[in-house]
């Protein structure tokens, strides 16, 4: 076998063993996605941008210290 031939073989293997990992990544990443008792957390997740408050806020103090 040369080189060459050792070489396409490896580049088709790999190329075919790197798009299957890929498709059962990407099938897994959309399951979780999807997968129904996520449905809470995302939908909370969702409406954090359009909260008033800071992140690090926790509703304590409304002023800062030293007021």
């Not at 299957?20 to 099938?27: Q, R, S």
């Amino acid at each position: 076998m040369d080189s060459e031939t050792t070489y396409s073989l490896v580049r088709t293997w790999f190329g075919t063993g790197g798009l299957i990992l890929m498709v059962v990544l990407f099938a897994a990443v959309l399951a979780y996605a999807l997968w129904p008792s996520n449905k809470k957390k995302f939908d909370h997740m969702a409406k954090l941008p359009l909260e008033d408050k800071e992140p690090g806020d926790s509703g304590k103090n409304d002023k800062e210290p030293g007021q």
